[in-house]
């Protein structure tokens, strides 16, 4: 019996010694796991980037003084060229001519500095852009047939380290006055102070929705924020005051501004403001068929002194 009970404190020992060096072996793996807003956050700012995107397809990154593609089909080896015109901004990248069996082209736009976007085909073979894109991308862009050449020819080996996994995927949100980009849980924002990033989730519920539109609040590094949260047929607005402090992105205060039934184009929020320096004015537009009257409570000004919107 005496034996026994020995035996069984041998296994239990060897067990738990089992266990912890389990533990001391993985433990350095688990910790050594990069905190994804972090390693973005740090890389935006090193990097000096302007904007970036990537997908499985293609990765676009914005530098101030050069402007990096890598192209990539079938999953394959990517071509990289690199662009150094300074008057070459907002870049985007997608297929061209689907039609085309084992076609190695891609269509190509971008702003230059009188304003206008151009679009050219971009061929993988001989890098460079020249003629008119074949798909139909924008019916409104009346320049999309002139294809302006000579741009994006100049190959190169630098690759994107972040992105040469084929899991991530950077997308650019639609915002007036900031940019924003998603990389999968993370929100990154552009203050003047440099990028900012947070986890989408917790902030996105503190946010209330989507950011639309940022007017900056003069002097601060704080923002008056529109957002929207879509339902099936309404869409929920508010202003939220966002700040960006000592490298965090802060929501200080919300205001709701009701909500708007969406049965075909979206009417838009129920009030139009506008800020001068630290005063809110908001003017109720006229309603629809269908709509509630603009939410009463809410007052006609504001002063955003404080963080809050203090009625006045």
Partial sequence: MQLLSWRVWIVAIAAVVGIVGIGVVRAPRVLAEPDRASELEAWLRRERVVSFAANRHVVVLERRGAILVCVRAHEGEPVCVIERDPAVHDVFVTYDSFQEEGSFHDCFSWVEADGVRQWARWDRRTPGTGGACVEDYDVFDTRR????????????????????????????????????????????????????????????????????????????????????????????????????????????????????????????????????????????????????????????????????????
Avoid: K, M
């Fill in 145 to 312: 047939d002139v294809g302006r050449a000579g741009r994006f020819a100049t190959l190169t080996s630098e690759r994107v380290p972040l992105y040469e996994s084929l899991d991530h995927h950077a997308v650019p949100l639609h915002s007036e006055g900031l940019r924003v980009v998603q990389d999968g849980d993370v929100l990154c924002y552009a203050p003047p102070s440099g990028w900012v990033c947070t986890s989408e989730r917790a902030h996105l519920l503190a946010l209330a929705g989507r950011p639309e539109s940022f007017t900056p609040i003069s002097g601060t590094e704080r923002y008056l924020v529109h957002t929207v949260e879509p339902h099936s047929h309404t869409q929920h607005h508010s202003l939220v005051l966002l700040a960006f402090e000592a490298g965090e992105v802060r929501v200080l205060d919300r205001l709701a501004l009701g909500w708007t039934l969406v049965l075909g184009a979206d009417p838009g929020p129920r009030f139009t403001w506008q800020l001068e320096a630290d005063v809110l004015t908001l003017t109720p537009r006229a309603s629809l068929p269908g709509e509630r009257e603009a939410p009463r409570e809410l007052a006609p000004r504001y002063r955003l002194t404080g963080g809050r919107f203090e009625a006045f």
